[in-house]
């Protein structure tokens, strides 16, 4: 795989310039380097990536069983087609990755193993100027850009999310966090209980079960999962036909994004139809009466990310009896274990807090503009990817309800055009800035916690921009919309400033 050596600087900082500077290499900074190099041939780029290697996630996740939780032929970009499984691993996926690296010599773009501390733009050079430290040497090195793309993600890479309960330090066991997964945790023949019931318990408890004497899931509300076979009929039949992989991938994708529009309509106009479909799914894995305690929200489908479960896996470990379900609230950390709020204990010699993860803004980077501290909560943004007096900038935030890559191609296709459009009318900066019809929009938080609520957001919210009541100022979390708008959009608009 292309995990490169560090690339070796003179002594001394010094300075370097790009036309553009990503932050990322993981599956937005991939795609938007792709992207580039096919839609902008001859602009100058820089990939600057905190880790050893490329991946994001699939590099620093390494949890038993870690898997996507969106189908590869949505998730994968739309210029290359996948030819597996839906449900991918990591390994798959960032085998996947390499190939697009490979083939299209993104490579020498790269730049592994620099955590970028501070971004400053400076109006009168209408540059941002970059600088990282280097994890082989601990130097400082130095950047100037005129556009900066953030794919660094939404996360935390280096913790992730445990709630403070009382008595932690009294437990007896091992604590561990899915994120930060230690390479010589064994457990075989323990007791273990993992504290949440997401995407990536859903992923963790079949991978570990066989192991472990038992595995007790530990929730505090039930969530909705989709089991299914890991398999895709339509492109099972294509390629029986041998059609073109690169046919089968867009009719394919096509087909799962139009079942995909269907099903989130009907999540908002018929709730309670798509509640009983649900349920009724987990249903032919489970007993009724463990459905109804266990598996049947208190909250209408899509206002949290629905996780899908291959083949049942997580189910079927619950029917075999090597894992349970225990829906209930938690008093405190005793030495044994987990005491309730029911007054019952959960012993344990090992508890795996699948708790979430922290909000990400920005990468953690200090940002400065024109020696300012930028205040991102103090900005409006620009329809989830460009925000109000931050020049030359687009941040990738993906689709909620959706594969996160879908956004990341179509913010790719913007920033080309964007570039394209401010070389065209000879202007080195654009800003972001409300009209003067927007002056009274009211304002409100990044996202509407009634349509969509997980709790890495609700916690993280004030640290977002704000959104307001038009489209364009707004992230709407709609691919289906956003498809055919955001190609639409008027560059001359005035809510771009350029200079």
């Not at 069983?65 to 969106?70: E, F, L, P, Q, Y």
């Not at 490579?107 to 430290?133: F, M, Q």
């Not at 030495?335 to 019952?344: A, N, W």
Request: charged share 25%; proline share 6%.
């Amino acid at each position: 795989m292309n995990d490169v050596a560090f690339q070796a600087q003179p002594a001394g900082l010094k300075t370097e310039h790009f036309d553009v500077l990503i932050v990322g290499a993981g599956i937005s900074g991939v795609g938007g380097a792709y992207h580039l190099t096919h839609q902008r041939p001859g602009t100058s780029f820089v990939v600057l990536e905190a880790l050893e290697s490329f991946g994001g996630t699939w590099l620093t996740h390494k949890y038993p069983g870690i898997r996507s939780d969106s189908d590869l032929y949505t998730f994968g970009y739309r210029f290359k087609p996948w030819v597996g499984a839906p449900i991918a691993t990591a390994d798959e996926i960032r085998r996947y990755m390499d190939e697009v690296i490979t083939e299209n010599d993104l490579g020498p773009h790269i730049r592994y193993g620099h955590t970028i501390k501070t971004a400053s733009w400076s109006g009168a050079d209408n540059l941002w100027t970059v600088e990282a430290v280097r994890a082989d040497t601990g130097d400082t090195a130095r950047f100037t850009t005129n556009f900066l793309w953030m794919c660094q993600g939404y996360y935390r890479q280096s913790q992730g999310y445990t709630p403070d309960w009382d008595g932690l330090t009294d437990f007896k066991g091992a604590i561990v966090h899915p994120q930060t997964w230690p390479d010589d945790l064994d457990l075989k023949g323990k007791r273990v209980v993992v504290i949440g019931s997401g995407a990536t318990a859903a992923t963790l408890v079949p991978a570990i079960a066989a192991d472990c004497e038992h595995v007790t899931v530990l929730q505090r509300s039930p969530t909705y999962f989709i089991p299914g076979r890991n398999a895709n009929e339509l492109a099972d039949t294509l390629n029986e036909l041998d059609i073109d992989p690169n046919w089968t991938h867009e009719i394919v994708r096509r087909k799962i994004l139009h079942d995909q529009a269907a099903f989130t309509r009907r999540a908002f106009d018929e709730p309670e139809a798509v509640k009983q479909e649900l349920l009724a799914g987990v249903s032919m894995f489970l007993p009724q009466e463990t459905v109804a305690e266990h598996f049947t929200p208190r909250y209408r489908p899509w206002r949290q990310r629905i996780a899908f479960v291959p083949d049942g896996d997580l189910f079927q470990g619950l029917a075999s009896g090597k894992a349970s379900m225990v829906t209930d609230e938690i008093d405190r950390f005793v030495p044994e274990g987990i005491r309730l709020k029911s007054g019952k204990t959960l012993e344990a010699d090992v508890v795996i807090t699948a708790t979430g993860f922290n909000l990400n803004v920005l990468g953690d980077i200090d940002f400065y503009i024109d020696n300012e501290p930028l205040v991102f909560a103090d900005t409006v943004t620009y329809r989830g990817m460009m925000f109000t007096g931050v020049p030359n900038l687009v941040w990738v935030f993906g689709y909620f309800r959706a594969s996160w890559t879908l956004r990341a191609d179509l913010v790719a296709d913007f920033v080309c055009r964007l570039l394209a459009h401010m070389a065209a009318r000879g202007k080195k900066r654009v800003t972001p800035r409300l009209r003067p019809q927007d002056q009274d929009m009211p304002l409100m938080p990044w996202m509407d916690p009634e349509n969509f609520n997980p709790g890495y957001l609700l916690r993280g919210m004030h640290l977002l921009p704000r959104r307001g009541d038009k489209p364009e100022w707004q992230h709407s979390q709609d691919y289906w919309a956003e498809k055919d708008e955001i190609p639409k959009v008027d560059l001359d608009d005035a809510a771009f400033d350029y200079a």
